[in-house]
């Protein structure tokens, strides 16, 4: 079992940025490949970004996004720069067991956080 716990969200101004963390505790963090998702109301969840032995995004972020992981820590993160009001969502973490699955797709992750909300104003 492996629990997961995000903060670092709020409300900005366009232009502006965040960073979210993603505690974990229980079973070996170092075990699980970690991601990055979120959902606006009336959406689906949508994969942001991953990292497993390498990073992933999605289109929407990259060059603005980065995730990082401290395995001292226990932590991942997600450096969001250059915010939009169309990255306003609830930001979810999730942990994964199996590297040969896809990591973009919402059914590979078994653990999820309780998600943090993040507004971007205009």
């Known amino acids: 079992q492996v629990q997961l716990v995000e903060s670092g969200g709020g409300l900005v101004q366009a232009g502006g940025s965040l960073r979210l963390s993603c505690a974990a505790s229980?079973?070996?963090?170092?075990?699980?490949?970690m991601g990055w998702f979120r959902q606006a109301p009336g959406k689906e969840r949508e994969f942001v970004a991953a990292?497993?032995?390498?990073?992933y995004y999605a289109d929407s972020v990259k060059g603005r996004f980065t995730i990082s992981r401290d395995y001292a820590k226990n932590t991942v993160y997600l450096q969001m720069n250059n915010l939009k009001p169309e990255d306003t969502a609830v930001y979810y973490c999730a942990a994964g067991r199996d590297y040969t699955s896809p990591p973009r797709e919402v059914r590979t992750y078994d653990y999820w956080g309780q998600g943090t909300q993040v507004t971007v104003s205009s």
């Open positions: 229980g079973r070996t963090f170092s075990s699980f490949y």
């Open positions: 990292v497993t032995y390498g990073t």
